[in-house]
């Protein structure tokens, strides 16, 4: 599965209008499901479950969770921050470029802060992070470099590794943006199912547009 497609080759590509999309849509499909295969090695499935006992542990001690990335990934950060709140756990967006000019004074110690970066090498991502630890805060790593800077600073590392982005260029973030997502998303079920959340706390947190309108219908159905 790990082999460059045929159609992008040493920054060209082969492919015509027509193809494109389907040249696209299929190394897409590949990269997702890789994803979830990581999930039946046993070594991949235990970080996840540390992942979410990290998170629990944290906020059995009244302590809270932080979201932070650079470029594409400050907004998966933003995606991910947001999706955990509405799911039962609370969840702060962490800009990395303000940590350290005073943002950093909103983690304290024993706070989690999930830590975005395909390279885990991004000097931005260092520097805030030497910070962070510095205060206290427990890393947990979202990365495709499991030799990089970031994962050798957090407790937990959930792996986001792709290896083709889905063009010739083989570098703008397509790819490896859908698995750093996959990756939250499987942690939020865990914590969502762990908490044992129902459709009556979803409503509390989600009133409103057309997901809160079909959550009060079925609720009162």
Known sequence: MNTISPCYKKGKSVLNEKNVLF?????????????FYRL????VYQQMMKAKELILHAEKNHKRVHVTGVGKCSYVAGYAASL???VGT?????????TVHGSAGQVVAGDVVIAISNSGNTKELEYALATLKANGAVILAVTGNEDSSLA???????SSYV???GDS???????????QMIQLQILSVLLQEAKEINLEDYLKWHPGGSLGA??????TQ
């Open 152 to 158: 050798s600073c957090a407790e937990v590392t959930l």
């Open 214 to 219: 079909t959550t009060k219908k079925e609720l």
């Open 163 to 165: 290896f083709q982005e």
């Open 40 to 43: 039946e090695d046993e070594e």
């Open 84 to 86: 955990f709140s509405s």
């Open 23 to 35: 040249a696209y849509s299929t190394n897409l499909k590949a990269q997702s499901d890789a994803q």
């Open 90 to 98: 609370p969840a702060y967006f962490l800009d990395t470029t303000e």
């Open 169 to 179: 260029l083989n570098k703008p973030p397509r790819s490896s943006v859908i698995a």
